[in-house]
């Protein structure tokens, strides 16, 4: 079993900055894949962001590309999300999510097996 707790989510004006946090037990950050998935209200759950078993590949979706960074700290147990720059449309309750058995990364929520609780992410105008 694998336990994900997001923090560090809420609300920033456009252009602002905030980074997001995941602490995970159970199993260690750095054997497995980790990512980043939001959903907006009335949207399906949409990739953010992966980082891969090693730390060495990390991946964004198009639309967040040269604004967020994926990382972690391995002493920590805990992945991170810096989001700078952000805009309205990246409002979104954002989730941390964990692949136990894949070895590559993956873009689809079906792939992952654990997922945390969600912390919202509201840009305003």
């Known amino acids: 079993q694998v336990q994900l707790v997001e923090s560090g989510g809420g609300m920033v004006q456009a252009g602002g900055s905030l980074r997001l946090s995941c602490a995970a037990s159970?199993?260690?950050?750095?054997?497995?894949?980790m990512a980043w998935f939001r959903q907006a209200p009335g949207k399906d759950r949409e990739f953010v962001a992966a980082?891969?078993?090693?730390?060495?590949?990390?991946f964004y979706a198009d639309s967040v590309k040269g604004r967020f960074t994926i990382s972690r700290d391995n002493a920590r147990n805990t992945v991170y999300l810096q989001m700078n720059s952000l805009k309205p449309e990246d409002t979104a309750v954002y989730y941390c999510?964990?692949?136990?058995?894949?070895?590559?990364?993956?873009?689809?929520?079906?792939?992952?097996?654990?997922w945390g609780q969600g912390t919202q992410v509201t840009v305003s105008s």
């Open positions: 999510a964990a692949d136990i058995t894949g070895w590559s990364v993956k873009r689809r929520p079906n792939d992952y097996n654990y």
């Open positions: 159970g199993r260690t950050v750095s054997t497995i894949v």
């Open positions: 980082i891969s078993k090693t730390g060495g590949s990390l």
